[in-house]
Each structure stands twice: as structure tokens, then as C-alpha cells.
């Protein structure tokens, strides 16, 4: 790995966790506060923060912030009254084409049902042995053991960008070239700004992005549909995927996988993250995952709905209503604050702890409802297969004593930015 592109990448990646981290305040607490006083707040909390949103926000549309789990399960669950069409003009206004979180009503019922089936969990399953658990053990994790010590967060940048690129279709021979097309795919996330002065300037790089992550993803679809789509690569069942008569044509696909990429590898990323911090803070909880595995998803899916990653989902009222005796006209933005809702103490008992035993309820880590994420099976996948293989090679991995404790910072694009260990 040439140090030029090492740094790249992992600048573009501060650079994006920085535009999204708000101001620096005890968000849970200020949430509890929320809950308790302003329960749908007239305003756009996120805004306040200094959070850019990915919705391009009309500044003249009343926006209405949501903090409480029944609140946010009615809008998440109901895509006909609160509807995602105005995405298409702020991130999806960078895309130019298939981006399925922009979508509404029937289009996006129907382009869900054609894509969905690549993402389920016997395709994935089936790469699971060889084209994920395979590719972090012996490219990863193995090369780092005689080390006994790393930052966890270096692993975490690039193994989910290694597998899902995999997956996807590219070449695996081109490591210089997939670690560009991850740069373009963070850089499109810094698109949307809060700060005038810089708004210009990240567009233009965004749109330069997408532009190059464009042509690279379409040279891969058109080699792919030239074997005939005979793959088990992504691209591959994409090209064969029919619903209802209907396929997709070279475009499209090109412009659903490019939407895909900005998540693909940041979501998956910090999510590892924070469930390793959660996890190397509660070294008991850590030694009792270790001797059985089967409940690492549990404690996946417990960081999922403790810390989330994106703390906050928008949609815009498609005609007048009404939250908790708050009228939200039609036209109006809302915005669901996600962290919020998955610590709500009337949903979730002792909600401020950590724990993986607490009786299954839906939170909003991953979306609800019609939009929820159409890969995150994939990135659960991921992680599992990651934290299985640390417990495997590094025994009692431990936080690094001589190194800052990590912390889990960010208003949105939450996560730890470093994550120091040792092992024996």
C-alpha cells in the first residue's frame, strides 16, 4: 500500500466524520432532556447542532424533530404519508440516476422487490465462508497477530471496503484502484455543508467523484454483462435480476451500486467500532461472547440500537397531520432523531445500559419500515465474521493501557476515530 493513497483514504474519512460531528455536547443527555420537555420540537435540532443533512433542506420548509420511539416508528413505518422524494435534491442530487433511499410509493416497491433479493441472507450466506470470513483472516488479521498490538480502527477502515468491493464485482487484483474509488465514495458524502464558504468547494469535488466512481463501476457492468452475468458477484445477479418482467439496463445498475458505496464502507466501519469499544469497556461481557459465539449478533445488534452510526433518518409530510398535538403541515420536514428514539425509556427498559440479554424490540439503527437499509445483512455479516476472527487470533485482546481510551464522538456518522489494543 503506497503511503499516498494510506493517507487519502483515511484523510477523507476524518474530513467526512468531521462535517458531520456537531457541536460537542452530551448528546444522550441533551436527548433525555428532549423526550421529557420538547418531545416534537417546531425546529431542526440537527441543524442547530451544525449537522449538515443529506436532504438539501429547503431553508423556507418548517422542519419538526422527533425524539421518542413511537413517534419515530410512525414516520418510519408510514412511506405514504412521510415520504423520502426530496433526497433526489440534496445527496441524491449528486447521483443522477438509481438511488433507492429517494425513492417513493410504487417505483420504489418495485425497484426494492427486483434488488432485494441479492441482498438476502442465503446469497450472502453463501459468500460468507470464502469471500468475507476468508478475505479478513488471512489478508487482515493474520498478517497483524505477531504484533500484539494495533489500532483496531486502521483494520476497520479497510476490510469492509476490501470485502464489499469484492462482492461487488471489481477486480481483486487492483488494491491501489479499489482504494481510490473508496476515496471518491467518502468524498460524495462531504457533498452536503453547513458552512457556505465551503458548500461550493465539496460539491464541485463531490460531483467530480461520482463522475469517476461512474465510469470505473460501469467498465466492471459492461465486462460483466459481456460473461453474460454468470457471476456470483452482485453485479453479476443484478444484471440477471428480473421482477415482474422487468430488468435493469447498464445505467442503472452503474447508479445503484455507486449509491451504495458511500455507506457500504463508512456504516460498516464505525459500527465495528463502537461495538468493539462497547465490548473492550466490558471485559467480562467480552470473555462470555468469546466462550459462545452465538452471541455476537446479539451484541451487534444491541451497539446497533445503543450507538447507531447514523443518529437520524428525514422525511417530509406529504400532506397535513398531526404528532403528539403538534400540527406539521403538509410539505414540512421531519426529522427523526434516531439515537433518540432507540433510548427512549418508555421502549426500551434501562435504556441507557448496554445489553445484549434485553428482550428483542425493533430499533432504527439500520432505517424501519419500507426504506430500511437494503444491505445491512451484508454488513452484519461483516462484522460478525470480523469480531469472530479477532477472538480466534488475538487472545485477550484488551484496550492499550498507555493509549487514550477510545470514544465514540459524532452528532451523525457516529463512531470511535481510534481504537488501540494489545493482545497476548
Known amino acids: 500500500m503506497s503511503e499516498l493513497s494510506k493517507n487519502e483514504l483515511e484523510n477523507v ?68 404519508l412521510f415520504t423520502s422524494g426530496f433526497i433526489a435534491e440534496g445527496l441524491g442530487a449528486f447521483f443522477d440516476g438509481l438511488i433507492l433511499t429517494a425513492m417513493d410509493g410504487e417505483e420504489h416497491k418495485k425497484m426494492r422487490n427486483l434488488l432485494q433479493p441479492v441482498f438476502m441472507p442465503d446469497t450472502v450466506n453463501r459468500w460468507k465462508a470464502d469471500r468475507i470470513d476468508r478475505v479478513i483472516r488471512e489478508e487482515f488479521l493474520e498478517p497483524m497477530v505477531a504484533d500484539k498490538q494495533a489500532d483496531l480502527m486502521d483494520f476497520a477502515l479497510y476490510f469492509p471496503i476490501r470485502v464489499i468491493y469484492s ?75 428480473e421482477y415482474e418482467g422487468e430488468s435493469l439496463d447498464d445505467h442503472q445498475i452503474t447508479t445503484f451500486v455507486r449509491s451504495l458505496l458511500p455507506a457500504a464502507g463508512e456504516t460498516t466501519t464505525r459500527t465495528f467500532g463502537t461495538l468493539m469499544t462497547l465490548l473492550l469497556e466490558r471485559p467480562e461481557l467480552l470473555a462470555r461472547i468469546r466462550e459462545d459465539r452465538s452471541l455476537v449478533n446479539k451484541a451487534i445488534d444491541e ?106 464522538t459524532g452528532a451523525q456518522l457516529r463512531g470511535p476515530h481510534s481504537l488501540p489494543v494489545v493482545w497476548d
Open 303 to 408: 451497539a446497533v440500537r445503543f450507538e447507531p452510526v447514523a443518529t437520524f433518518k428525514v422525511r417530509q409530510a406529504a400532506q397535513d397531520t398531526e404528532i403528539r398535538g403538534v400540527q406539521v403541515p403538509k410539505g414540512a420536514m421531519v426529522s427523526c432523531i434516531v439515537s433518540s428514539a432507540n433510548r427512549d425509556e418508555d421502549a426500551f427498559e434501562d435504556a441507557d445500559t448496554f445489553n445484549i440479554d434485553r428482550r428483542q424490540k425493533p430499533s432504527f439503527g439500520f432505517g424501519f419500515g419500507p426504506h430500511m437499509c437494503i444491505g445491512q445483512f451484508v454488513a452484519k455479516t461483516e462484522i460478525n465474521c470480523a469480531v469472530n476472527a479477532i477472538l480466534d487470533l488475538m487472545p485477550n485482546i484488551r484496550l492499550d493501557p498507555s493509549k487514550p481510551a477510545p470514544e465514540i
Open 167 to 241: 462482492l461487488i464485482g471489481f477486480p481483486e487484483d487492483r488494491p491501489e484502484e479499489i482504494k481510490q474509488y473508496a476515496a471518491w465514495a467518502l468524498a460524495i458524502l462531504k457533498g452536503p455543508q453547513v458552512d457556505p464558504a465551503k458548500a461550493e468547494a465539496a460539491k464541485k469535488e463531490a460531483m467530480e467523484a461520482v463522475q469517476a466512481l461512474y465510469g470505473a463501476i460501469r467498465e466492471v457492468v459492461e465486462q460483466r454483462r459481456a460473461e453474460g452475468g454468470e457471476g456470483d458477484d452482485l453485479i453479476s445477479r443484478l444484471i440477471v435480476a
Open 13 to 80: 474519512f476524518e474530513d467526512v466524520a468531521s462535517n458531520y460531528r456537531g457541536a460537542d455536547i452530551d448528546l444522550h443527555a441533551a436527548y433525555a432532556q428532549m423526550r421529557k420537555e420538547s418531545p416534537v420540537l417546531p425546529e431542526n435540532f440537527m441543524e442547530k447542532l451544525g449537522v449538515p443533512s443529506i436532504a438539501g433542506v429547503d431553508p423556507d420548509r418548517p422542519c419538526y424533530t422527533l425524539f421518542k420511539y413511537d413517534d419515530v416508528m410512525r414516520v418510519m413505518r408510514d412511506s405514504t
